[in-house]
T-cell receptor, first 109, second 112 residues
Framework: KNEVEQSPQNLTAQEGEFITINCSYSVGISALHWLQQHPGGGIVSLFM???GKKKHGRLIATINIQEKHSSLHITASHPRDSAVYICAVQETSGSRLTFGEGTQLTVNP | NAGVTQTPKFQVLKTGQSMTLQCAQDMNHEYMSWYRQDPGMGLRLIHYSVGAGITDQGEVPNGYNVSRSTTEDFPLRLLSAAPSQTSVYFC???????????FGPGTRLTVL
């Protein structure tokens, strides 16, 4: 079993829909990262959080440390949101990030 | 600022050849790392550095060497390329190990 599990693996939505991507992890962490990888391959950091909730534009990330679970929400989705969304956890025991396999999101017009 | 730069963008090698993937950052970040990305798997850490002169192994270090002689540069060396090293390689940097990561554009390597 992977230390970081994302669901769903693939998600197709219509423009305007509310989207949720989930991330569960099994290790103790100091922080959780949400990353976005566009079709061209580049990876950008969306959020880094260790508790509660963060919001940036139409994106919202939440984390529940007790339940070892985080969600990434996209409101009013748009075709330009189509990308792979990756969850990664910073383990408390070491310095490395452990990554989920990613969620492929396609938003159709 | 250029951020994190990687060269080359694409490379094809024959088995047994050696090469160096270059990574540089101009943000004065102490923490730098190399990852490989393979289909059906998450990014995996190859090597990392917490500052100039200090490097350590990650999850999949075999077949790769690194050095960190300056804060800016963190090259990844393949001494004898193998087909199993066909992958997309990403370099990343951050102010510290617990800070936001900045990724380079990636290098797509094929070993024949």
């Amino acid at each position: 079993k992977n230390e970081v599990e994302q669901s769903p693996q693939n998600l197709t939505a219509q423009e305007g829909e509310f989207i949720t991507i989930n991330c569960s992890y099994s290790v103790g962490i100091s922080a959780l990262h949400w990353l976005q990888q566009h079709p061209g391959g580049g990876i950008v950091s969306l959020f880094m959080l260790s508790s509660g909730k963060k919001k940036h534009g139409r994106l919202i990330a939440t984390i529940n440390i007790q339940e070892k679970h985080s969600s990434l929400h996209i409101t009013a989705s748009h075709p330009r949101d189509s990308a792979v969304y990756i969850c990664a956890v910073q383990e408390t025991s070491g310095s490395r990030l452990t990554f989920g396999e990613g969620t492929q999101l396609t938003v159709n017009p | 600022n250029a951020g994190v730069t990687q060269t080359p963008k694409f490379q094809v090698l024959k088995t047994g050849q050696s090469m160096t993937l270059q990574c540089a950052q101009d943000m004065n970040h102490e923490y730098m790392s190399w990852y490989r990305q393979d289909p059906g798997m998450g990014l995996r850490l190859i090597h990392y550095s917490v500052g100039a002169g200090i490097t350590d192994q990650g999850e999949v270090p075999n077949g790769y060497n690194v050095s960190r002689s300056t804060t800016e540069d963190f090259p990844l060396r393949l001494l004898s390329a193998a087909p199993s090293q066909t992958s997309v390689y990403f370099c990343a940097s951050s102010y510290g190990r617990h800070n936001e990561q900045f990724f380079g554009p990636g290098t797509r390597l094929t070993v024949l």
